[in-house]
């Protein structure tokens, strides 16, 4: 089966720097990917890892260890409009694609 | 860009009548998905297809749902006799066909918002 788990909640502030967090635990894996979603939207695909390592998109890097089944997305120079749920998803691979999202974590960003 | 679009954008019906959402997925895309997401919850894993079949379903995706490929533009979900509980967000999304054992990036398009009464 599959188990992800994200924070539920975080906030920070306008101009600084967050991470956030994602521990999977799936029978399959071949790569996992960050979602962002603001509310009433659909998913907008952020970055994807398939080896351990950092990958770097702007103000968005995620870091992936297969090893420890961790993950992180790190945002910087935050901006207001970066508040949004974050979602994990880890795919499988098991001839399919599909995406096994984590319940998201909830992004504030405070002037 | 292109992108995946989906009609309607909010359906409104009774319970026990039978719905279906249509999307349009990115012209050059070869697999596509359904996806749902409850008011508050996680995004779910409906089911997937590809080559005019469907390669994988979730438990949720049972006899009431099914999936068609009418034309060479459209992908559409049908809901036979639709329950309470059907009440979501149903995110239609597309990929590329990938290198085995490389994943591609989902697009998903803007999702329908289904009210079962």
């Known amino acids: 089966g599959q188990n992800i788990d994200q924070p539920t909640e975080m906030t920070a502030t306008e101009g600084a720097i967050v991470q956030i967090n994602c521990t999977y635990q799936t029978s399959g894996f071949n790569g996992l990917f960050w979602y962002q979603q603001h509310a009433g939207e659909a998913p907008t695909f952020l970055s994807y890892?398939?080896?351990?390592g950092l990958e770097e998109k702007g103000r968005f890097s995620s870091f992936l260890s297969r090893s420890k089944g961790y993950s992180y997305l790190l945002l910087k120079e935050l901006q207001m409009k970066d508040s949004a749920s974050y979602l994990c998803?880890?795919?499988?691979?098991?001839?399919?694609?599909?995406?096994?999202f984590g319940t998201g974590t909830r992004l504030t960003i405070i002037p | 860009e292109p992108e995946v679009t989906q009609t309607p954008s909010h359906q409104v019906t009774q319970m026990g009548q039978e719905v279906i959402l249509r999307c349009v997925p990115i012209s050059n895309h070869l697999y596509f998905y359904w996806y749902r997401q409850i008011l508050g919850q996680k995004v779910e894993f409906l089911v997937s297809f590809y080559n005019n079949e469907i390669s994988e379903k979730s438990e949720i995706f049972d006899d009431q749902f099914s999936v068609e490929r009418p034309d060479g533009s459209n992908f559409t979900l049908k809901i036979r006799s639709t329950k309470l509980e059907d009440s979501a967000m149903y995110f239609c999304a597309s990929s590329e066909a990938g290198l085995a054992g490389s994943p591609y990036e989902q697009y998903f398009g803007p999702g329908t918002r289904l009210t079962v009464t």
């Open positions: 890892n398939v080896l351990d």
């Open positions: 998803a880890a795919i499988s691979n098991f001839g399919n694609e599909k995406l096994t």
